[in-house]
């Protein structure tokens, strides 16, 4: 049982792009990052929920924007110089979708090993995990290592599509 888990965090092993949410460190797989852009005009989209900031041309090419603060239930903070937003492309039902989301501060790019990989905590069913790959122990920190394809749920990807 030991191995499956350790072949589990293999898998997980590798690059992440780290940012700042809250004073807290997330990082997402390098491979599902697009592009690190500044907060640019973003127009609104009627009857969305808070997190949803609206939609971007980037361009040519029109992509939903989250705040990922809000998202998590995080309070609302000022955009300072070092918002900016991360271009993602998740798949969802076999389509690759565009998504921006708003984080505080980017990091770096961070190397990391399955030494340094723990699988998520259990917190029983209440608590729902899903979108957490696991977490990576630094020094003096551990970061949350997200699964992007899995922050949002195929109901609100599929309403942001057809918005």
Aim: hydrophobic residues 40%; glycine residues 6%.
């Amino acid at each position: 049982m030991a191995t499956i888990a350790t072949e589990k965090m293999d898998v997980k092993a590798g690059k992440y792009l780290t940012f700042k949410l809250a004073n807290e460190e997330y990082g997402l797989e390098i491979l599902k990052v697009r592009e690190i852009i500044g907060l640019i005009d973003i127009t609104e989209l009627p009857r969305t929920p808070d997190y949803v900031k609206g939609v971007v041309n980037l361009r040519g090419k029109v992509i939903p924007v989250i705040d990922l603060r809000l998202r998590f239930g995080l309070k609302e903070a000022e955009y300072t110089d070092k918002t900016c937003t991360i271009v993602v492309e998740i798949k969802e039902n076999g389509i690759n979708v565009q998504i921006g989301v708003i984080v505080d501060e980017v990091s770096e790019v961070l190397n990391v090993s399955a030494d340094d990989l723990q699988e998520t905590p259990k917190f029983g069913v209440a608590v729902n995990t899903d979108f957490i790959l696991g977490m990576a122990k630094g020094q003096h920190t551990v970061r949350t290592l997200l699964d992007i394809d899995k922050v949002l749920t195929s109901d609100e990807l599929m309403s942001l599509q057809n918005e």
